[in-house]
């Protein structure tokens, strides 16, 4: 798949059409079949007790693979989450980043489909698994 759009362009149009949320997240990389996000974990992220909460976990799920589409048809802001389940495997450490390894399997003219694995800095082992379904708008 072309990329349409790199990193420093998923993140100025992050700025531009979500700025509620831009500060959150960094693009890594962009990967042969996604992209890699980090959010740095902050206090706002965690619940009581101290770990990443799962509302936390899936925004960055879901913005990871919302980037990796848009890094292959461009910018669409009104591409939209039609589904998600996320498997919390682990808990995650509630200091440093976490990183949300976005692998899209499906990218068709109506529907996106990928897989996010979520790891913790200095975990080995993935902390939580998401599918998600985009819908994308017709073309123009």
């Given at each position: 798949?072309?990329?349409?759009?790199?990193a420093a362009a998923?993140?100025?149009?992050?700025?531009?059409?979500?700025?509620?949320?831009?500060?959150?997240?960094?693009?890594?990389r962009?990967?042969?079949?996604?992209?890699?996000?980090?959010?740095?974990?902050?206090?706002?992220?965690?619940?009581?007790?101290?770990?990443?909460?799962?509302?936390?976990?899936?925004?960055?799920?879901d913005v990871?693979?919302?980037?990796?589409?848009?890094?292959?048809?461009?910018?669409?802001?009104?591409?939209?989450?039609t589904?998600?389940?996320?498997?919390?495997?682990?808990k995650?450490?509630?200091?440093?980043?976490?990183?949300?390894?976005?692998?899209?399997?499906?990218l068709?003219?109506?529907?996106?489909?990928g897989?996010?694995?979520?790891?913790?800095?200095?975990?080995?082992?993935?902390?939580?698994?998401a599918s998600l379904?985009?819908?994308?708008?017709?073309?123009?």
């Open positions: 798949m072309d990329i349409k759009l790199d998923l993140e100025a149009f992050l700025r531009a059409e979500f700025p509620q949320v831009a500060g959150e997240y960094t693009v890594d962009l990967t042969e079949d996604g992209l890699v996000l980090r959010m740095d974990v902050a206090e706002r992220h965690l619940r009581p007790g101290g770990t990443v909460s799962g509302p936390a976990m899936f925004s960055l799920a990871a693979l919302y980037l990796a589409i848009l890094s292959r048809i461009g910018p669409q802001a009104l591409a939209v989450t589904n998600c389940a996320i498997d919390f495997m682990r995650p450490a509630a200091e440093g980043s976490m990183t949300a390894e976005a692998r899209l399997l499906k068709g003219r109506v529907l996106a489909v897989d996010v694995l979520l790891r913790s800095d200095g975990q080995a082992a993935p902390v939580a698994r379904t985009y819908s994308i708008p017709p073309a123009a």
